[in-house]
């Protein structure tokens, strides 16, 4: 058990529809990271929050989106979803930023688009 | 961005074997973690080790930044081994995060 949680735990939506995703972090950490993984690959970073703040995006359009809360949870939003978008999302939390951090992540979200 | 592979993709192994996954990185680093992914997804840390040998039980790992690769070593397999193993890579960061970079994984199987 990493303490970091994520709701749901399964989702199906309809291509153009919007999502929320939501991920608590372990008591303690004040960063969030997100990541999508497609079905036989390995993980990839969509983005990054730590104090409320985008602090750093991977290769991911407009369209995917996210909050930190206060409280260091965090949000991941996704509009006008496309079928490639289904895959397992994952958040992971760490204390701090710069590269140097062990990342915990979430047992994640499996994400259906039909 | 940086470059991960890992080796082999695809592993079989009776109950009791050990072995050796490796996985390497095409720029310096300043966080490097192997992970386990089970059936249901879930990543479980395995390391933290941007440098040095690292041992937990009947795992253990050893990442030579110099020349840009980590092993990681099981030994006495058991069929609770199986699944997908994740090295994950990540540099410094300068105008902000770039994220953990994870090569494709090796895919093991513990036969009993």
């Known amino acids: 058990e990493t303490g970091v949680t994520q709701s749901p735990t399964h989702l199906i939506k309809t291509r153009g529809q919007q999502v929320t995703l939501r991920c608590s972090s372990q008591?303690?950490?004040?960063?969030v990271s997100w990541y999508q993984q497609a079905l036989g690959q390995g993980p990839q970073f969509i983005f990054q929050y730590y104090r409320e703040e985008e602090n750093g995006r991977g290769n991911f359009p407009p369209r995917f989106s996210g909050l930190q809360f206060p409280n260091y949870s965090s949000e991941l939003n996704v509009n006008a979803l496309e079928l490639d978008d289904s895959a397992l999302y994952l958040c992971?939390?760490?204390?701090?930023?710069?590269?140097?951090?062990?990342?915990?992540f979430g047992p994640g979200t499996r994400l259906l688009v039909l | 961005g940086i470059q991960v592979e890992q080796s082999p993709p695809d592993l079989i192994l009776q109950e009791g074997a050990n072995s050796t996954l490796r996985c390497n990185f095409s720029d310096s680093v300043n966080n490097l973690q192997w992970f386990h992914q089970n059936p249901w997804g879930q990543l479980i840390n395995l390391f933290y080790i941007p440098s040095g040998t690292k041992q937990n039980g009947r795992l253990s790992a050893t990442t030579v930044a110099t020349e840009r690769y980590s092993l990681l070593y099981i030994s006495s397999s058991q069929t609770t081994d199986s699944g997908v193993y994740f090295c994950a890579v990540e540099r410094l960061a300068g105008g902000g995060a770039d994220g953990l970079t994870f090569g494709k994984g090796t895919h093991l199987i513990i036969q009993p």
């Open positions: 008591s303690g950490h004040n960063t």
């Open positions: 992971a939390s760490s204390l701090g930023t710069g590269g140097r951090e062990t990342q915990y």
